[in-house]
């Protein structure tokens, strides 16, 4: 109800003065013009600026409009905004009339912050399509509520002069849309239209530039026509073809040596994605934020998309169109869906340069569709699914990158400035100061010198961004990762402390610094494979945590990994190792047949296990998914990292969850295995009755959905025993196998009716993608108490 004159108590309608300082990202998101409208409307006088910290802002006016406008100020924000904290100081009247937003040089030094890229919002994209606008079909228009961010900044301040608009001169009605505080666009850095801004233009592999007519209508033509087009897009090229033509899905594969591995679908709009896709209301929540991330779905039968795209799995990832030039694409109806995937070979960073591209790709597309906006940060799609019921990020990138998260939220933690490197594979690396974790985009794996080179090149972008000259540097305790010895060397030239964290540590630590909690809890860290503190290779581990340090209490089984990392990309290795460690005789011939090897090749195997040549020790779990995958789907060889064992969890997919008879139950010893009194969960029992399935013909999808509930079973059974001796009732989920939903649910139901507190892992990532993340918890926990000893002594 609006209040009315006679409601106004005198002492309502008494003139009082507040100053206002708002943290969080509240700059380059229209929140001053939000602020100067919301003034106006509640009649307040006063000013607005950016400032160091975020936004100040002092108000005068009535107390009833004052409180209202305070209130309105958290509940009524911009939608790309987000508030981290109001503080609200009294300030003495000074009878200033109007509201004015003031130059930020006024209040000093200028923010650090800059914005993540957000997804065209509705009113541009009515601009886009609507054929009276003076922006129709213009690829680029934006907003203060939409547009790139973080892909176009060289550094700080976030203004126009440092981002790759600076080339772009606007055009007199631009810059009065740009100048005027009710304007949408009042201080958009990438405002734009035809007249001033980028364009668009096709390309051929010979370099020479396409008079085609309209760019937009000539790619899609090629598009329909079954051609590969490599199209810019705002962290990347995206490669793309139709994504319902099964012969173009196969030839982009073949070309771009990608073969398994799901790609990633676009299409028009939500009711779009619900003809390809089961979408829950869940589901659809990712789907449609602005930072719109690719989201991991049920895929419809007979939905029309190619079997290619996404084969032996019963998931899409599906995402919508974020920049005007990909609605454009859709706009015609020619196409109705596109793969877009990642310019790049696999793992390698993803081209963002026209020449770059025009290098790389040439081999790949069959045409580009350039623009002449430049991409200065890399950023890779980010991708996202519900896993038991919530949206979790799987990984961070586009739309959530430079965004920071808490560091353990409401415990008093903070962290000297510092650097966490990450792991290997999938690496992120993440910069901490204080309260806040600023994780880097996700860079891919570590293992060339252009991955190196990527990590290098946005190191020194988040540093200059944040204005963090890290202090100490925290890595992973794997002395062959690359992002260790480069950690080490980077500390050694500048004399910073080196801090090293065991890779389970750091995962469950991440989730409990999610979440604010120091700890102690029960950790489960089901992941691939991380270097464990005895130099066996851990990744089915409970650990007593705290955020400074853990104890070993439980681990699967370990089991010979035959060749090393050559058993990850050969799961059949993999069953081999872990049938010889159960007790089978592996050159049977049952068991050779099962294999799908060939009676040599197992024996050599069998000669590298007895000998322990090249054969390091795994308690991993992600590698005990994959070789029993490997026996039951028969899956040999991956393309790519954990194939077998996402094969083994889709297969399962229309399983009940509940196994009321034959899960494969593992068994939990105490102090054996000769591992310093910790206990083991045995898998031999597990490994005979998945055998004894097979042989009497038990389909495939059941043996999975019996194996499931038998990990599940055996990690509930550890974590209650931990629970008996330590007392502790918190358990905290971490690692990558929490990318497996069906792990995820069976484990969270089940501990929860045993009367657990679990923690997931929400805004980072379970698997390595959130390591860094992790080790900042953990480096700041330590040297936290470090100090407090310090100050003791
Ligand atoms: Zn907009
Ligand atoms: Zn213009
Ligand atoms: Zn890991």
Request: one cysteine or more; proline letters at 4%.
């Amino acid at each position: 109800m609006e209040p009315t004159e006679a409601m106004q108590t005198h002492e309502n309608s008494q003139l009082i003065r507040r100053g206002v300082l708002v943290r969080g990202v509240v700059q380059g998101v229209g929140f001053r013009p939000f602020v100067y409208r919301l003034a106006t409307e509640e009649g307040l006088s006063g000013f607005i600026g950016n400032d160091t910290d975020g936004v100040t802002l002092e108000i005068e006016g009535s107390a009833m409009r004052v409180e209202a406008f305070l209130t309105r100020l958290s509940t009524d924000a911009p939608p790309l905004a987000r508030i981290d904290s109001i503080a609200v100081r009294e300030l003495t009247t000074n009878g200033e009339t109007g509201f004015r937003i003031v130059a930020s040089e006024i209040l000093g030094r200028v923010s650090t912050g800059i914005p993540a890229d957000a997804a065209t919002c509705v009113d541009c994209l009515r601009e886009l399509m609507d054929a009276g606008d003076r922006r129709y079909r213009y690829p680029f228009l934006n907003c203060t509520n939409c547009g790139p961010r973080f892909t176009i900044t060289r550094s700080i301040p976030y203004d126009r002069p440092q981002t790759s608009m600076a080339d772009f001169r606007m055009c007199a009605a631009c810059q009065a849309e740009y100048d005027d505080p009710l304007n949408r666009r009042f201080h958009a850095q990438p405002n734009a239209c035809w007249d001033c801004g980028p364009r668009v233009w096709m390309v051929g592999v010979d370099g020479v530039a396409m008079d085609a007519g309209d760019a937009v209508d000539a790619c899609v033509n090629r598009l329909v026509a079954g051609e590969i087009m490599a199209i810019k897009g705002v962290g990347g090229f995206h490669l793309s073809v139709d994504a319902t033509n099964e012969a173009a899905v196969a030839r982009l594969r073949e070309r771009k040596q990608r073969y398994g591995k799901p790609l990633a679908v676009m299409v028009k709009d939500v009711d779009a994605a619900r003809a390809v896709c089961v979408l829950t209301v869940e589901d659809e929540t990712p789907l449609m934020t602005w930072a719109r991330p690719i989201v991991l779905a049920r895929k419809k039968e007979s939905c029309g998309i190619a079997e290619g795209v996404a084969p032996g799995v019963p998931w899409l990832g599906v995402f919508l169109p974020y920049a005007p030039l990909q609605h454009l694409l859709f706009a015609s109806g020619q196409v109705k869906a596109l793969v877009m995937t990642s310019a790049n070979l696999s793992e390698e960073p993803i081209a963002i340069d026209n020449d770059e591209a025009r290098e790389r790709l040439s081999g790949i597309a069959d045409a580009f569709l350039m623009h002449d906006r430049e991409i200065l940060q890399r950023c890779d799609d980010s991708v996202a699914a519900v896993v038991d019921g919530a949206p979790q990020l799987l990984r961070r990138a586009r739309g959530y990158v430079p965004l920071g998260v808490e560091l353990a939220r409401g415990s008093q933690l903070e962290a000297v400035p510092l650097l966490a490197v990450g792991g290997h594979l999938k690496n992120v690396f993440a910069l901490a100061q204080g309260r806040m974790v600023y994780q880097s985009q996700h860079l891919g794996d570590l293992e060339s010198l252009t991955g190196l080179e990527f990590f290098k090149e946005s190191l020194a972008h988040l540093m200059r961004t944040f204005e963090i000259e890290p202090e100490t540097v925290v890595h992973d305790l794997h002395p062959g990762y690359l992002s260790t010895t480069w950690a080490k060397e980077w500390a050694g030239e500048r004399g910073l402390k080196a801090i090293a964290v065991q890779h389970h540590h750091a995962h469950v630590a991440g989730c409990m610094a999610e979440h604010g909690v120091t700890g102690p809890v029960i950790g489960l860290a089901l992941d691939g494979t991380g270097f464990g503190t005895n130099g066996h290779i851990w990744g089915g581990e409970v650990l007593i945590t705290r955020l400074d340090g853990f104890e070993r209490w439980a681990h699967l089984q370990y089991v010979p990994m035959p060749g090393g990392d050559a058993a990850v990309k050969e799961p059949w290795r993999m069953a081999l190792g872990a049938l010889h460690a159960a007790g089978f005789d592996v050159e049977s011939e049952q068991i050779v047949k099962l294999l799908g090897a060939q009676a040599s090749e197992v024996r050599v195997m069998k000669r590298m296990i007895q000998r322990e040549i090249n054969s390091p020790m795994t308690s991993s779990l992600g590698r005990l998914f994959d070789a029993v995958a490997a026996v039951v789907l028969n899956r040999r060889v991956v393309d790519y990292e954990a194939q077998a064992a996402i094969e083994l969890e889709g297969i399962a997919v229309d399983e009940p969850d509940r196994i009321e008879q034959g899960a494969y139950w593992p068994e939990l010893h105490s102090g054996e295995d000769g591992s310093d009194g910790v206990a083991v969960i045995k898998t031999g029992k597990m490994w005979k009755a998945v055998l004894e399935d097979m042989w009497r013909g038990v389909p495939a999808r059941r043996i999975s959905a019996r194996f499931h509930a038998g990990v599940v079973e055996g990690f509930i059974n550890a974590a209650g025993n931990a629970r008996i001796e330590t007392d502790i009732n918190i358990i905290a989920l971490s690692g990558g196998c929490m990318h497996n939903r069906r792990l995820v649910r069976l484990l969270r139901a089940g501990l929860e009716e045993e009367g657990f507190e679990v923690l997931q892992h929400r805004r980072v990532s379970p698997g390595d993608g959130g390591l860094s993340y992790g080790q900042a918890a953990v480096a700041a926990a330590m040297m936290g108490k470090s100090e407090l000893a310090g100050e003791a002594n």
